[in-house]
């Protein structure tokens, strides 16, 4: 057991943070299948996957053994003059299962470099294609793509990166028709969505690269779901008016909506697909941005400048790639944890959910629950709520931080039923008390 403990004073400048104000952070020590443990003993119900990675659950034996392996054969080689088996296996399987016009894959970190990679990759197309102008890009109102510069411009309508504004990009962008369960009005809410666009591309019919869209569930925006069936009309839209379609993947992916990718559930045919977080099951950072065919040819040539310019340090990192393998291999035999919990969810949210006086707007998508608490106060990202009822989970005993009123689960696959059921009771009992 480790002999250091969580200290105010720890030089450690943490992420997403105001240093000044923020409690102390909990030190954990170990971490086994859905639970955390915590250095004065006690075990916490992570059910927010930490950060939506850890997809099968902490610790998972095959793949520490997988990157234990890996790590004693080769641990790196840079990936311009060679290529391994990891990488080669890797690349092929997860072509195996992503709709068939993906082709090629090219490799990077994390989400935000998998996106940063998207957006020059569509921009460089048309370069490449003989089109100058082809130089904006359309987004969805809300929707977050990382913290990079190219992710944060598509990503501005979030609000998240007021202070860097001027540094960004401009973009255009279109409402996300976001829909719940019972929802009425999904169908005119699409319908205005693809309005919009069709107003941008009427406009300026040459000027956009692409649109990217985080399918079926904008995460960081505090999960708003829309329909297969959106997707599919802005797909047919998108073919109708050459426009790329660059999808963010990056949260939705391997298993997450209940199918390994959501463009397999919408059954749409991206331009290109950014993955990452539970790509390595969990364990380690990387990324992957799968082009079409017709993408990849525009840069197949015999000059130089037509070649794609992007490269990482770790770009297909061999450990990495080892443990990706095994966790796509788990993902094959593992099928009913993740394919199973939208029912579960739908169950639970009719017991706890659905009649309680502080919820509304319930909604579901594969393994993916969420909900938002009726508010007097200012509702949205920094909704002072979310920190105290952050806190109050935690002494409870679950990791479950809301995105400002919006409360949501998105376990590790291996959590029980009655694990999930528990953290449904907390949230029921929780949000009944007076002083939220
Ligand atoms: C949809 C989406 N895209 C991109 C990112 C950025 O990923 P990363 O934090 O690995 O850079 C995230 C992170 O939450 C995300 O949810």
Known sequence: MSTITATA??????????????????????????????????????????WWVTIHGHGEPVIAEAIYEQAKKLEQALFTSFTHEPAEVL?????????????????????????????????????????????????????YHGDTVGAMSVGQSSEFWRPFKVLLFEIDSIPFPATWISDKDAEEKEAESLAALATLITKSPDSYAAIIVEP?????????????????????????????????????????TGDWFACRKANTQPDILCLSKGLTGG??????????????????????????????????????????????????????????????????????????????????????AAFDLKLEEESGYFASVSPRLRARFMDRGFVIRPIGNTIYLLPPYCITSEELESAYKIIYELCLEENL
Not at 114 to 125: D, N, P, R, S
Not at 303 to 331: D, Q, R
Request: aromatic fraction near 10%; charge should be positive; hydrophobic fraction near 40%.
């Open 9 to 50: 004073t720890s030089p450690i400048w943490r992420p997403f943070t105001q240093m000044k104000t923020a409690p102390t952070p909990q030190m954990v020590q170990t971490g086994r299948g859905a639970w955390l443990e915590l250095e004065d003993g006690r075990r916490v119900l992570d059910c927010i996957s930490s």
């Open 91 to 143: 690349a092929e399987n997860v072509l195996s299962v992503v709709p068939s016009n993906l082709k090629r894959a090219f490799f990077s970190d994390n989400g935000s470099t998998a996106v940063e990679v998207a957006l020059k990759m569509a921009y460089q197309y048309w370069l490449n294609k003989g089109s100058k102008t082809r130089n904006r890009f359309i987004a969805l109102e809300h929707g």
């Open 216 to 256: 079926l569930v904008q995460g960081a925006a505090g999960m708003r779901m829309c329909t297969t069936r959106y997707l599919g009309k802005l797909e047919r839209f998108a073919k109708e008016h050459n426009l790329l379609v660059i999808y963010d993947e990056v949260m939705t992916g391997f298993g997450r």
């Open 283 to 368: 364990f380690l950072p990387m990324a992957l941005t799968l082009a079409s065919e017709n993408i990849f040819q525009a840069f197949y040539d015999d000059v130089w400048e037509k070649a794609f310019f992007h490269s990482h340090s770790y770009s297909g990192n061999p450990i990495t790639c080892a443990a990706a393998v095994a966790s796509m291999k788990l993902l094959h035999e593992r099928k009913d944890t993740y394919t199973g919990k939208e029912q579960l969810h739908l169950k639970l949210i009719e017991k706890y959910i659905e009649d309680h006086p502080r919820f509304t707007r319930a909604r579901v998508c594969g393994t993916i």
